[in-house]
């Protein structure tokens, strides 16, 4: 019989995907809702994978208060965007612990293509590795790298991103120009930009604000997105083509290995686009 599975935070969005999944493996699942009334001392005595799919604000907290109960028969997964606050909350606990970061929203149907991010500076355990394997099978593309380089990566990744597309959105509410004007003059290229904002804007406003406010470099990369941005403008303001030219081939040729495969890529993205506008 396979391991009985505990979801805390079963009920939200991300935890609700892993209560389907997990179910559709197989495993018998229970959801723990924060403040549960149900001992953890009890839940745990029965189930030993703990998965916690909680806000990242709190994610600490919750992983220390179940690392109370369990023990080295347990293994304690933390799906949090944010890696360092919580791998600190593991330091000297019996449980074995498996820090990942699901890349994927929980709008999509399974993690077959996704990229799951294992941060493993601890080493890889016979249980996680159990996990891990069962991940794969699902189709999860697994990346390893450490708590520490996680969070500056996903200060660029996640962070620098979001906060360009919160910028974009924010430019064109200042600009008085209505969003149905906007999408109207939109070709499907820059439609794809659209829903990329528009995919954002259908999350959880909190849960936005905790990956850029949390994650430790997070200012750091904002910083250096809003100075690039007064590179860029300081140039258009003075009308200097050939250093905006020079500017974009250097970032052309930073991205060189990467450029063909985005072309093909955007290229089937917007043949989608315009298939379903015909439709």
Known sequence: MKKAVAVVGGGGRLGSWFVRFFTDQGYPVTVVEVGDNRAKKD????????????????APDIIRSWSEVTGDEHIIVDLSSVKTHTASACVGKKSEFLLLH?????????????????CNEGGVGVKSQELLNLFEIAGARLCYTTSDEHDKIMSMIQVVSHGALLAIGLTHQWSGLSSEKLSQSESPVYRMMSAMLGRMLSHQPELYADIATINPYGGEGLKSLRKAVEVIEEMVTRGDSDGY???????????????????????????????RAEF
């Not at 699901?102 to 294992?118: E, F």
């Open 43 to 58: 839940i745990a005595m029965h189930h030993s994978i703990i998965v916690c799919a909680t806000p990242h604000r709190i």
């Open 102 to 118: 699901p890349m994927w929203s929980p709008q999509v149907p399974t993690m077959k293509g996704q990229t799951l991010i294992v």
């Open 245 to 275: 030219a020079r500017l974009f081939a250097g970032v052309q040729s930073h991205r060189e290995s990467e450029i063909s495969h985005a072309v093909e890529d955007s290229a089937l993205m917007i043949a989608a686009l315009v298939d």
